[in-house]
């Protein structure tokens, strides 16, 4: 605390990222990043760009980067300007809850969720109120239909893994049509259906994506928002009173290539779900309830273990998952999908710490 | 405007950069970019960065980067705890504009000035007030010594080019101890004394930088702000309320080798400080008022030629500068310093132009 800190900096309680740790040769399974480097193309584009025009600033409207993720997304009819572009799809959350979310009434989000929702609502003031999930952790939209200032959830929600049919969130958007719904789609080319087929026909549905999972670039922090015209200028207007050039020239360059290269990206995709799909059996037959995963993590618990002491115990055997230490899943470990030897690692730590009373 | 966006929306006037011109062969000298490309030791640090580990997160406290510049720095003592970096100096001022100033009284900066400051003012609801400049646009900062919620001003000044000497900012510390005191030292580099010596004693200073001028990358988006620890923590806590990882991999990678090459960033500053030197004697010469500049600019005005009327003939003879079309400055031309060549081309188009009646 200090005197010179506007009251509002003291009130925050900010986001709590998974941690970095500087030990080598942990095995790191706690912030889901891809256990893959990105498309070979992608580093070609950056290092092509480092050698010439850095003393440049890049452009301030990122259009070519719009128009590459505009293109990969032509089946659905998205134009350049339904796309928005940020330094990371943190950054572009931060200005939908800025600029699209009203105070009037609360914002909706499931209770167990991305946990960097309420850091939001407490840095712009917005009121919130947090739905249940049900009794499988599944969201339930229906729940959402009350007067509400806008709703947000991610799909497949985070940290349980488990997707929504996209027939669910046309139903919501259908009868919700006087607020702003934002769907996180951070995890979502890991098995869910993209709501970007529902932009052209509703105009209050904000769609936000990364870079960080399915691209293998979360050290790249680029993140996008797709939507109507109308949205992504509220967007844009924010963004211009805050930072011209969130985009650098190197993450543009390099989300290009991301973007252009498909058959790198369905490799990877479909690697990461294979793995996944081995992980849950072998996690289920070590006697673990594993949730229906969507995304490059999965959410499980033991029916006889906490879930603190085994995310201790593994940290002690050099492997690190998430745990959160909050009411209904204090027990579940969020376990990002590695690659094979990870995951084997991962799972002979496991057996050994089951093996200890 | 959409009944989507929240009214603050509505009430924006974000910032205008600088055009960024898609024609080739423009003599651009409207952004105040350097002519000349950044250190051959930060392009290979940005293609090694790019070889490895782009799918893992930055260091959410960008440690190594922070310990890189306090070291730069280390002649004034300058410690990590001391430094913040953000997604260049836009968003490091944005989150100071958001957490350091107070409500209760008016923020002051001069009235021509870094016209983002206003901007950042209606995004935040910062009530401001601004204080003229004296006549020869020099800031006066006797004229910033009443109730305050806080002051900013660049040293140098921008668009003006003119600099304040270090006890004039060192008198408004030690009479102005109630607010935070940011000085914004974009093009500090180029020829003012920088503030970064006055941070060990005046626990309410700000100092901001930027890799953008003197640093030749624009292009790679990249920040800082050197204080109080405790005013670096409140920053933190806005950052990490908002983009838990702002500054990516290659950013980071970039940013150390730019900091470590002071051989490179010597020569680079000397030559462009030369070159103004030439360039504002031609311009003197050609009858123009040229104020005193310790930036990577001039600021110019002919007695006889309306400064509008001079950019347009200009741009028709393929060079562009910056003009505003502001009072008491609607005569001036901002011109970037660039290479020899793109100087002398400069002066062969105004020579032209000021040869039509």
Redesign the interface.
Known sequence: M?R???P??AR??????GE?PKMERLVKLN?N??????SPR??AA??A????????????EAMALRTAIAEFYSDFGITPAQVFVG??S??VL?HAF??????DAPLLFPDISYSFYP??C??YEVPFETIPLDDAFAIRLADYEGDNGGIIFPNPNAPTGRALPLADIQGLLERNTD??VVVDEAYVDFGADSAVALVNRF??LLVTQTV?KSR??????LGLAMG?P??I??L???K????????????SA?GIAAFADRGHFERNRRTVMADRERLTAELAGLGFEVLPSAANFVFARHPRRAGADLARALRERAVIVRHFDRPRIADFLRITIGTPEQNRAFLSALEDALAQP
């Open positions: 200090s010179f800190w506007h509002r900096v925050l309680h900010p986001y709590v990222p970095q912030t990043e891809n256990p893959y480097g990105p992608v580093v950056i290092q760009a480092a050698e010439a025009g850095m003393q440049l600033y890049p452009d301030p330094n990371g943190d950054e931060a800025h600029g699209l979310f009203r105070q850091v939001y407490t840095l607020s702003v105009p209050n960080s293998s670039l979360a050290g790249l922090r109507h109308d949205l200028a509220g844009v207007r924010i211009d009173s805050f930072n011209s050039y969130p985009v650098d020239r190197l993450a390099g």
